[in-house]
């Protein structure tokens, strides 16, 4: 399970990263949403993997750890905020500039 | 006797009053020249009257010590020390100050208000008691680059000169470097001490010169004192500050900031002095520098040029007395301290008198001043012997003592001829350059083309100048009655030990140093007399420009930083990217490869069964589709989804369910939000990437995503540590919840929530200031020229959507009222209601959905915060910490015992906050084509 979890967030980084670089606004986003299920998984993979144990108070004889969960949740809320400010700037960027280059140019 | 507690508050007190009046003259600018010199000399004054309790004290050998705590684990105290040595220094600043001050009120234009310079003045006289009251080293550094800021200022007071900002950025320049390389030097001292207290220090002077970090630590502080006394190589600055007006120089160039290095040398002498290296690197540069300095003073022809070098090659002198390295040597430094910034100062004020009266400092064109001015002459050609070494006078007895250290010095034996030999040599030139400076100026004929008719300057402008020139004749005829006490308890500080036996006297007998200096004045005078040969031979010489040297040198390392700010800052989000990327990838490789202890780590089986691969399978078939599809907009979209459902999966099959329904309900959020991105972007093809940047980025990714999963393994294989426990243990007891992770967020670490939230309430605001006045046009085709369709809500969707928005709410109620025990709460709730709010929009559109939904999303952002932070601050009034929580058991009809806890308000302002953001944003975005044409709407 461990090295399926690490290939996942490998791949998800990797096609992320590679998106980011792109010229164009749109895959600038998908990028930056395959980076957030990266680093999230991430940040939850620290709290180890364990199956059938939520941190439920009763529902498990030892519960696995709540904080890394605790983090991601907010991680994921506030990823969604960020991906929606990047996108009303990507409009904006569009109005202003008439294209959907990340730096408003053309590219040679 | 006074009490201590007393005097530690006078101690205080002095440069509490330079800093804290320092502004005063400019406050009072508007009420005339008058006052705001008076109210420079009273902040003065008021200084000196606050210094004189504490004299008798520091006279008699005792270190006055005050500590004051700033930031102590940081080492850095506002200690403050009063010993003979400060003592010295607080007299010669304050002393020269006063009369600077009065002074200045002449010289300057009556135009100039005054105010400015004065409190720039006061700064820096603040700055420099800082420097030598200071008993943390950390602290001395502080007033120390508050000295060369302040000295900035001063020294580019006449900005609109193009000279002047130069020589002002030359002096920044270096006393500022000087300033860096003395810090990482007194770092290093107090590494070695382990503690910035000079008491600390001052005691481990063995300790220190024996440690292995002792040659860089005395390398360090020597480049700060070098740069600052302006000794060679470092010198180029002083000629070129001499731009500033000529109270500045007399003040800083002579009296006091010139002087901060030597007394950095004197503070330090007995921790870092005795030993070859500081022989050395002291002896030798004051060597170098009483030399050079005197040479060079011979052939200038500005008067304020050749006091500039005169005090270069004095300066030498004292770092040579100090690196010679005898107690004697160090007494006769600091006593030549005094005596030059009595003579200099005096000398620099004559000076500016002299310009000030004829309009130019050049000795070519100035001379036979003794007629026009013949007060002012006689003062400053008794200044100028005083400069020369003629007896009678207080230069002449310093130099003395120099000599004698010189003939007596026990080193070299071999050679002991070579420093006599060298003093007499240094001690010529400074005949011959003073002689220069009194017959060129006040003899040697009619002036040449004066822009002025000059004559005796006003009555209390030569004021200061008399005092100055009586004192460099008492301290001449009778040192032991005048500076005798101070002088001893200033050996006494810097030496921190017994004094030699030593007596001032103007009368030694007919000794050796005598015949040197007899021989020093007639030679002097000689190679005065062969003046126009040597000019003639030095005006054939390369001509040397420091300035100009400086200058390109500056100027190529502003160029270099301009070169490199376009590499790195070219306004390309990619290469951003690129870089930030590679870094991060550089920096964890550096980690993961330095890391020790990873043959040991063992990954833990956790089996891997058919579904779990599945999964991994269709999120691997998600992100590549995705990544090798992403031009084709649309379907890549679809995979990203894919993907996200998938790590929905991953949070269910690994005990997150939490994670698992809010992960699910911002994939909604997020796919709406990219669809409507995807709306308004243009679908036009893109170009393609050029091969090399495919394969840059191809690189980057691989060894990002690479690096990224060799990591995870390492800390999944690493033994867990975590911090868990407590809120385990206590989140029933302490929380009132058994959803530990909802506990978390809205009770433990709430504090980090109401951060978070308002993050998101930012958002949501930024998406107001972002889609203000926004006008997008949407597109009437898509890429492939099909038409968009014209059904713009669909009857079936739209039919099905309004029954089921009171249905979502009650299981956003449902969820959010469990959220304590079970999984759900705050984020979740807020997810789930805004996407049944937002479908209500795509099912029935903008203009059915707008008047239903609640407006004022800044209010209800408000409202989310408050709510949040208020009953936090609830906690308050029964006098617990902010965010306290209390819970308890209710027992509700129907629905039977409800534990409610105050954390559930809190949960509410998040829940709140969340709905808003969501749904203002979603909204926002949808309603940029209502602001277009009828036609485009209809569409």
Redesign the interface.
């Given at each position: 399970?461990?090295?399926?979890?690490?290939?996942?967030?490998?791949?998800?980084?990797?096609?992320g990263?590679?998106?980011?670089?792109?010229?164009?606004?749109?895959?600038?986003?998908?990028g930056l949403?395959?980076l957030s299920?990266?680093v999230?998984?991430?940040l939850?993979?620290?709290?180890?993997?364990?199956?059938?144990?939520?941190?439920?108070?009763?529902?498990?004889a030892s519960?696995?750890?709540?904080?890394p969960?605790?983090l991601?949740?907010?991680a994921?809320?506030?990823?969604?905020?960020?991906?929606?400010?990047l996108?009303?700037?990507?409009?904006?960027a569009?109005?202003e500039s008439g294209?959907?280059h990340?730096?408003a140019a053309e590219?040679p | 006797m006074e009490l201590p507690i007393n005097s530690s508050l006078l101690l205080a007190a002095i440069p509490a009053t330079a800093f804290g009046a320092c502004l005063l003259p400019l406050l009072l600018q508007r009420f005339g020249r008058a006052v705001t010199g008076l109210a420079a000399t009273t902040v003065m004054a008021s200084c000196l009257a606050l210094l004189l309790p504490l004299t008798p004290a520091a006279l008699a050998g005792q270190t006055e010590l005050l500590h004051l705590a700033w930031l102590p684990t940081y080492g850095l105290d506002l200690n403050l020390r009063l010993d003979g040595l400060g003592l010295l220094f607080c007299l010669l600043i304050l002393g020269i100050g006063l009369l600077v001050v009065l002074y200045a009120a002449w010289y300057l234009p009556s135009s100039d208000p005054l105010g400015r310079f004065y409190s720039i003045l006061l700064l820096f006289m603040a700055a420099m008691l800082g420097v030598v009251l200071s008993e943390n080293l950390l602290l001395l550094l502080v007033f120390w680059e508050l000295t060369s800021l302040s000295s900035f200022l001063l020294v580019a007071y006449n900005s609109e000169k193009y000279e002047s900002r130069i020589g002002a950025r030359m002096a920044l320049a270096v006393t500022g470097g000087g300033g860096l390389a003395l810090l990482a030097g007194i770092l290093l001292l107090g590494h070695i001490v382990g503690s910035y207290d000079l008491s600390a220090i001052l005691a481990a002077g063995e300790r220190v010169r024996t440690h292995r970090l002792y040659a860089p630590a005395l390398m360090l502080i020597l480049l700060g004192a070098f740069s600052k006394s302006a000794q060679f190589p470092f010198h180029f600055w002083l000629p070129n500050a001499m731009t500033a007006p000529t109270p500045v120089s007399a003040y800083l160039h002579s009296a006091t900031m010139v002087k901060a290095g030597v007394f950095l040398l004197a503070r330090l002498y007995p921790v870092l002095g005795s030993s070859d290296l500081w022989f050395w690197l002291v002896g030798g540069s004051g060597a170098i520098t009483l030399v050079y300095g005197a040479t060079i003073a011979l052939f200038r022809h500005d008067i304020k040029g050749l006091l500039a070098y005169s005090t270069i090659s004095h300066l030498g002198l004292i770092t040579l007395l100090f690196g010679l390295d005898t107690p004697l040597s160090v007494i006769a430094g600091l006593f030549h301290i005094i005596n030059h910034a009595i003579f200099k100062a005096s000398l620099f004020m004559a000076a500016g008198v002299v310009d000030h009266e004829c309009g130019t400092r050049d000795m070519r064109r100035v001379n036979g001043m003794f007629r026009y001015m013949p007060i002012t002459a006689t003062l400053a050609i008794i200044a100028a012997g005083s400069m020369a070494g003629v007896p009678l006078l207080n230069g002449f007895l310093s130099k003395e003592m120099f000599f004698a250290e010189a003939v007596s010095y026990p080193q070299f034996a071999a050679i002991g001829w070579a420093l006599p030999l060298f003093a007499t040599i240094a001690g010529m030139l400074a005949v011959a350059y003073s002689s220069r400076f009194v017959h060129d100026v006040f003899f040697n004929g009619e002036p040449i083309d004066l822009p002025r008719q000059p004559h005796e300057p006003p009555r209390w402008m030569r004021a200061p100048i008399e005092l100055l020139v009586l004192l460099c004749l008492l301290v001449g005829i009778l040192p032991a009655w005048t500076v005798g006490r101070l002088l001893e308890a200033a050996a006494g500080a810097a030496l921190q030990g017994p004094l030699p036996d030593f007596h001032l006297a103007l009368w030694h007998g007919f000794n050796q140093p005598l015949l040197m200096s007899l021989l020093a004045l007639t030679s002097g005078v000689l190679i005065y007399a062969l003046r126009r040969p040597l000019f003639a031979w030095q005006d054939q010489l390369p001509p040397m420009h420091p300035r100009t040297a400086f200058e390109r040198f500056y100027r190529t390392l502003t160029k270099g930083a301009r070169r490199m700010i376009a590499l790195l800052d070219n306004g390309s989000l990619q290469r951003y990217c690129a870089l930030l990327v590679g870094f991060v990838v550089l920096l964890g490789g550096w980690a993961f490869f330095s890391a020790s202890g990873r043959s040991e780590a063992r990954l833990p089986g956790v089996a891997a069964d058919e579904a779990a691969v599945g999964a991994l399978l269709v999120l691997l078939l998600g992100t590549l589709g995705a990544t090798a599809l992403y031009r084709n907009r649309l379907l890549a979209l679809i995979l990203v989804s894919v993907v996200g459902l998938a790590v929905t999966l991953t949070f269910i099959r690994l005990s997150a369910p939490d994670l698992a329904l809010t992960q699910l309900a911002v994939e909604m959020g997020t796919i709406v939000l990219m669809l409507l991105v995807l709306y308004y972007l243009p679908a036009r093809n893109t170009p393609a990437s050029s091969a090399r940047r495919l394969i840059r980025d191809l690189l980057l990714a691989l060894l990002a995503g690479g690096g990224l999963a060799l990591t995870t393994l390492q800390m999944l294989a690493a033994p867990s540590a975590t911090i868990s426990e407590f809120y385990l243990q206590q989140s029933l007891p302490g929380g009132g919840g058994a959803n530990v992770v909802n506990v978390i967020l809205v009770d433990f670490r709430g504090f980090d929530t109401l951060g978070e939230i308002t993050v998101l309430a930012m958002v949501a605001l930024a998406s107001h200031a972002l889609l203000d006045r926004l006008i997008l046009h949407p597109p009437q085709r898509d890429a492939d020229g099909r038409a968009w369709a014209s059904e713009a809500h669909p009857l079936f969707l739209s039919m099905l959507m309004r029954p089921l928005l009171p249905l979502a709410l009650t299981v956003s109620v449902y969820v959010f009222l469990r959220g304590h025990n079970a999984p759900g709460g705050g984020f979740v709730a807020g997810l789930i209601t805004s996407v049944a709010l937002v479908l209500q929009y795509l099912a029935n559109g903008i203009a059915y959905a707008q008047p239903r939904m609640p407006r004022h999303a800044v209010r209800l952002l408000a409202l989310g915060l408050c709510l949040t932070a208020g009953i936090g601050l609830a906690s308050w009034p029964f006098g617990r910490p902010f965010l306290t929580s209390a819970h308890g058991h209710v027992h509700l009809p129907l629905i039977g015992d409800v534990e409610l806890a105050s954390a559930m308000v809190f949960d509410l302002g998040v829940y709140v906050v969340v709905v808003t953001v969501v749904v203002s944003v979603l909204a926002g975005l949808g309603q940029l084509s209502l602001r277009l044409d009828a036609p485009h709407e209809e569409a």
């Open positions: 399970m461990e090295a399926l979890l690490a290939t996942a967030i490998g791949v998800l980084t990797a096609c990263v590679f998106l980011i670089l792109r010229a164009r606004t749109f895959p600038v986003l998908l949403t395959l299920y990266a999230n998984l991430f939850f993979a620290s709290g180890r993997l364990r199956l059938d144990a939520p941190p439920l108070i009763g529902a498990a519960p696995t750890d709540p904080l969960q605790a991601v949740l907010t994921i809320v506030i990823g969604f905020g960020m991906t929606a400010y996108a009303m700037l990507a409009l904006r569009l109005a294209g959907d990340v730096d590219e | -």
